[in-house]
């Protein structure tokens, strides 16, 4: 037989099944409002200018993975407009 024998590491060119399927697992997000004793979700809630707003930001994936959500920016508006936003949440680096 003969060949070639190098000292360089072969790199696969295959991505293994079980780390495709851990990867590609379907994520539920969600942004919940709840009352101010946080004992019950509020399913249409409507808010004043500068009244406090209970919010749970949450994620979850079949089976449970450790995961945690980390929200950068929330904005509220008067209705479906874009127009004006009021920001709840903002990032500052």
Known sequence: RTG???????QPTWVPFSS??????PLRFALDAYD???????HHPTYSLG????V?????????LPLRVFVDE????????AW????????NG
């Open 20 to 25: 495709t399927v851990t990867h590609r697992r």
């Open 36 to 42: 101010s004793t946080w004992s019950s979700r509020l």
């Open 4 to 10: 070639s024998v190098s000292s360089g590491a072969i």
């Open 51 to 54: 009244e406090l707003i209970h």
């Open 84 to 91: 004006p936003k009021y920001r709840l949440i903002a990032h």
């Open 56 to 64: 749970e930001a949450s994620v979850g994936a079949d089976p449970p």
């Open 74 to 81: 929330c904005v509220a508006t008067p209705g479906a407009a």
